[in-house]
């Protein structure tokens, strides 16, 4: 076992490696959206003083629209980018700033508006790459890799080629072994393929993973995770090693020298790296999450070495890529060939989970055998079983006004979360309920939009933001709210994928009040446990949270119905009961 300064010693000999991984990924996401990587970073570091002062500096030159515009889009303010990029469109600027203004579109999912000022430039190479870059964006694979193919386009061209590639049926190439078999230790085991984890990333997904783990872990199997190639360098971790331990759950890090950075080439080294730890290793069973990328990779291993593997879905991913394109993306080949691939690994998977009944109709109309489907729900644990924290202490914790009716979420703020409806409800309450405020924790894209919409509505000071929290605190805002909210909007993903945050919500003893889609459906029982109401009808909302604000004992009685349901049904050693079984059950019909 390696001591603290063995792993210090590892890890100083890896920066210099990690460094030059990191340095290729930075070139090569130049290399196909500047634009969109330097949002990406501007996402990742704004808490940092200098960068919030350079954007800050950035939009505080009224004189200039190309300053305004890009500090907009690196604050993720919508109307502030759209509003610059109009009033550009309304004067005889420079042609040439076209393309600027463009880029910061297409990096903001302003389609139109990018289709516009593109129409509005010049010709030129780079015009070229940003058109294709639209098209790409928006599906049309393949007429944007031809746009690319009359220009010398490079690294651009490559990348495109090697996506679509894997997009079109290309998979990683092993060589058949069968010589890892099945485990014959006393204890099973499983390898656990993830696309990111804990420590570095705090996600629903990352919470999932883990709790799923330690779950397994406590029902007496041998659990490790491995996260996809080069990460957690590819968000901007450089001091990592090859595995960090979280709460006993070790997580291994796949992070090969040179890392590749086209989308085929990743795949190819995920499971040349994976099939070198299953042979080492020889868990019993393989199991992996969305997306098909890393069920490619699991495959393979899984057909070279005779161990069974399930696929978790736990999202329909080209339903979530096409909530932010316009419908017409319902038709490009990427949304056909994201749902092809999708359905492929599901279809080969030994076992498939999903998440609750409207996606296992999904799988099931994907082809995917029923008998092979079993539903893993979110679930809860750690403080969430407690008994939850006292609402005034909670909000004594928090600074939060005590005798405040609260209305709010902890989520990621993106935009089918469909805040804004909420936002506007409450505004329509305001002046009837002087008492009602409105707390929305957590970060996103549409974090800015909500608070400029709070303004505009003149509600900015009933509202509160804390941004992104410590996960060890998510259970004290839950506790600090009267009603919960997921207004979610009505989409393809939306009907289908049912959230985490209503189940913690439910296990705080707090109403939930959920737009009226299937997935919801699943969880909340209207007048039960919460209610259901119409997706992006405001007045519809203004009125049920004015029905728990007029009548708080019902939303005491609903919250601790809530409670009830999801200790019966929604644990993590309930789940781990079922994952188990199903796990035995692969490895008695494996070869």
Same mark, same amino acid.
Request: proline share 5%; hydrophobic share 40%; glycine share 6%.
């Given at each position: 076992?390696r001591?603290?300064?063995?792993?210090?010693?590892?890890?100083?000999?890896?920066?210099?490696?990690?460094?030059?991984?990191?340095?290729?990924?930075?070139?090569?996401?130049?290399?196909?959206?500047?634009? &969109?990587?330097?949002?990406?970073?501007?996402?990742?570091?704004?808490?940092k !003083?200098? %960068?919030?002062?350079?954007?800050?500096?950035l939009?505080?030159?009224?004189?200039?629209?190309?300053l305004?515009?890009l500090? =907009?889009?690196?604050?993720?303010?919508?109307?502030?980018?759209?509003?610059?990029?109009?009033?550009?469109?309304?004067?005889?600027?420079?042609?040439?700033?076209?393309?600027?203004?463009?880029?910061l579109?297409?990096?903001?999912?302003?389609?139109?508006?990018?289709? /516009?000022?593109?129409?509005?430039?010049?010709?030129?190479?780079?015009?070229?790459?940003?058109?294709a870059?639209?098209?790409?964006?928006? *599906?049309?694979?393949?007429?944007?890799?031809?746009?690319?193919? #009359?220009?010398?386009?490079?690294? #651009?061209?490559?990348?495109?080629?090697s996506?679509?590639?894997?997009f079109?049926?290309?998979?990683?190439?092993?060589?058949?072994?069968?010589? =890892?078999?099945?485990?014959?230790?006393?204890?099973?085991?499983?390898?656990?393929?993830?696309?990111?984890?804990?420590?570095?990333?705090?996600?629903?997904?990352? #919470?999932?993973?883990?709790?799923?783990? =330690?779950?397994?872990?406590?029902?007496?199997?041998?659990?490790?995770?491995?996260?996809?190639?080069?990460?957690?360098?590819?968000?901007?971790?450089?001091?990592?090693? /090859?595995?960090?331990?979280?709460? *006993?759950?070790? &997580?291994? $890090?796949?992070?090969?020298? !040179?890392?590749?950075?086209?989308f085929?080439?990743?795949?190819?080294?995920?499971?040349?790296?994976?099939?070198?730890?299953?042979?080492?290793?020889?868990?019993?069973v393989?199991?992996?999450?969305?997306?098909?990328s890393?069920?490619?990779?699991?495959?393979?291993?899984?057909?070279?070495?005779?161990?069974?593997?399930?696929?978790?879905?736990r999202?329909?991913?080209?339903d979530?890529?096409?909530?932010?394109?316009? /419908?017409?993306?319902?038709?490009?080949e990427?949304?056909?060939?994201?749902?092809?691939?999708?359905?492929?690994v599901?279809?080969h998977?030994?076992?498939?989970?999903?998440?609750?009944?409207?996606?296992?109709?999904?799988?099931?109309?994907?082809?995917?055998?029923?008998?092979?489907i079993?539903?893993?729900?979110?679930?809860?644990?750690?403080?969430?079983?407690?008994?939850?924290?006292?609402?005034?202490q909670?909000?004594?914790? %928090?600074?939060?006004?005590?005798e405040?009716?609260?209305?709010?979420?902890?989520?990621?703020?993106?935009?089918?979360?469909?805040?804004?409806?909420?936002?506007?409800?409450?505004?329509?309450?305001?002046?009837?309920?002087?008492?009602?405020?409105?707390?929305?924790?957590?970060?996103?894209?549409?974090?800015?939009?909500?608070?400029?919409?709070?303004?505009? %509505?003149?509600? =900015?000071?009933?509202?509160?933001?804390?941004?992104?929290?410590?996960?060890?605190?998510?259970?004290?805002?839950?506790?600090?709210?009267?009603?919960?909210?997921?207004?979610?909007?009505?989409?393809?993903?939306?009907?289908?994928?049912?959230?985490?945050?209503?189940? /913690?919500?439910?296990?705080?003893?707090?109403?939930?009040?959920?737009?009226?889609?299937?997935a919801?459906?699943?969880?909340?029982?209207?007048?039960?446990?919460?209610?259901?109401?119409?997706?992006?009808?405001?007045?519809?909302?203004?009125?049920?949270?004015?029905? %728990?604000i007029?009548?708080?004992?019902a939303?005491? $009685?609903?919250?601790?119905?809530?409670?009830?349901?999801?200790?019966?049904?929604?644990?993590?050693?309930q789940?781990?009961?079922s994952?188990?079984?199903v796990?035995?059950?692969?490895?008695?019909?494996?070869?």
């Open positions: 076992m001591t603290p300064r063995d792993r210090a010693e590892l890890l100083n000999l890896k920066v210099i490696p990690n460094a030059i991984n990191t340095g290729n990924l930075v070139l090569s996401n130049i290399a196909d959206d500047p634009t &969109y990587f330097a949002l990406q970073v501007a996402r990742r570091f704004k808490s !003083p200098v %960068l919030r002062s350079l954007i800050i500096t939009g505080s030159d009224k004189s200039s629209i190309r305004r515009a500090s =907009a889009m690196l604050k993720d303010d919508t109307s502030a980018l759209l509003s610059a990029c109009r009033e550009w469109l309304s004067s005889d600027s420079n042609p040439r700033q076209s393309l600027f203004l463009a880029n579109c297409i990096a903001s999912n302003e389609w139109e508006l990018a289709e /516009e000022l593109l129409n509005r430039g010049k010709p030129s190479i780079a015009h070229v790459r940003a058109k870059r639209l098209l790409w964006s928006l *599906g049309w694979m393949t007429d944007a890799i031809e746009l690319l193919q #009359q220009n010398r386009s490079g690294r #651009q061209l490559r990348h495109y080629e996506e679509l590639a894997s079109k049926g290309a998979e990683p190439c092993l060589s058949p072994l069968r010589t =890892a078999g099945i485990s014959t230790s006393a204890t099973r085991s499983v390898l656990y393929v993830a696309t990111n984890s804990l420590p570095h990333t705090g996600s629903g997904y990352a #919470q999932r993973t883990h709790s799923i783990l =330690a779950s397994l872990r406590d029902a007496g199997w041998g659990v490790k995770g491995l996260t996809r190639v080069n990460y957690p360098l590819n968000i901007g971790k450089l001091s990592v090693s /090859e595995a960090d331990v979280v709460s *006993g759950i070790e &997580y291994q $890090r796949c992070l090969p020298f !040179p890392a590749k950075h086209d085929t080439g990743r795949i190819q080294q995920q499971a040349e790296d994976l099939l070198s730890r299953v042979l080492q290793e020889a868990p019993s393989l199991h992996t999450t969305t997306d098909f890393n069920a490619l990779a699991v495959k393979s291993v899984a057909e070279a070495t005779g161990i069974p593997w399930v696929y978790e879905v999202g329909q991913l080209a979530t890529w096409l909530s932010t394109r316009p /419908e017409r993306s319902k038709d490009s990427r949304y056909r060939l994201f749902v092809e691939r999708e359905a492929f599901a279809r998977a030994d076992h498939v989970f999903t998440l609750g009944d409207a996606m296992k109709r999904n799988l099931i109309d994907a082809g995917v055998d029923e008998s092979k079993s539903i893993l729900p979110n679930g809860i644990g750690e403080k969430f079983l407690e008994e939850p924290v006292p609402r005034v909670a909000r004594a914790q %928090l600074d939060l006004d005590s405040a009716f609260y209305v709010g979420t902890v989520s990621s703020l993106v935009p089918y979360e469909g805040l804004s409806t909420v936002v506007r409800a409450v505004a329509e309450l305001a002046k009837q309920h002087k008492e009602l405020r409105l707390l929305i924790v957590g970060d996103g894209t549409d974090r800015e939009n909500l608070i400029s919409l709070a303004k505009s %509505l003149g509600i =900015a000071a009933r509202c509160v933001f804390p941004g992104r929290i410590p996960r060890e605190q998510s259970h004290v805002y839950h506790a600090a709210l009267n009603a919960f909210v997921v207004p979610r909007i009505d989409s393809a993903v939306t009907r289908s994928v049912t959230p985490l945050k209503p189940v /913690e919500a439910m296990a705080s003893n707090v109403p939930v009040l959920a737009s009226d889609l299937p919801l459906q699943e969880l909340i029982t209207d007048g039960e446990n919460g209610h259901l109401i119409p997706a992006g009808d405001v007045a519809e909302w203004a009125e049920n949270i004015e029905k %728990l007029l009548n708080q004992g939303a005491e $009685r609903m919250g601790k119905s809530g409670r009830e349901f999801v200790l019966a049904n929604r644990t993590w050693e789940n781990a009961l994952v188990v079984q796990y035995e059950q692969v490895i008695s019909k494996a070869p």
